[in-house]
């Protein structure tokens, strides 16, 4: 009985070392590695190691367009936050505060935090002025 479970460990260590010669170095398909089609200078085999600048250029291009779509953004929050003074406080100041802390999410920290300030306030105050209405 311990000769077989010998044997059959001998011919596992066999198998092991079999494979262990095998050389595992295949490329992945760059079809389904995620966030690669956004990043042109992944899709060509020649360039799979981005230089310096190019790493650079392609970041620069992302933050400036989070920033033109945080922009808009930032306005819409700040805009609901504002309105909030007037009209429905606790709807859309809490929609301002909201669409705010996307905005800051986006990159726009002083666009998001004043709407996020301005809804807070409206939402507060409408609290402190419903009582009197």
């Known amino acids: 009985m311990t000769e077989d479970r010998h044997d059959e ?4 260590i066999e198998e092991r070392e079999v494979h262990a010669d095998v050389d ?11 966030g690669v089609m ?17 790493h650079h250029e392609h970041f620069e291009a992302k933050r400036q367009e989070q920033e033109k779509t945080g922009v808009g953004i ?15 406080p606790v709807i859309l100041g809490a929609a301002g505060i909201v669409v705010g802390f996307v905005a800051r999410r986006k990159g726009l920290t002083t666009l998001g ?13 409408s609290l402190f002025f419903a009582p009197f209405f």
């Open 74 to 88: 930032g306005v819409a929050a700040l805009a609901l936050s504002v309105i909030s003074l007037f009209i429905l």
């Open 113 to 125: 935090s004043w709407a996020i300030g301005v809804g807070a306030a409206s939402m507060i105050i």
């Open 24 to 34: 595992y170095s295949e490329e992945a398909a760059a079809e389904v590695a995620p």
């Open 38 to 54: 956004d990043r042109p200078y992944l899709q060509s085999p020649e360039n799979e190691r981005p230089t310096s600048e190019e």
């Open 9 to 12: 460990d001998l011919d596992l």
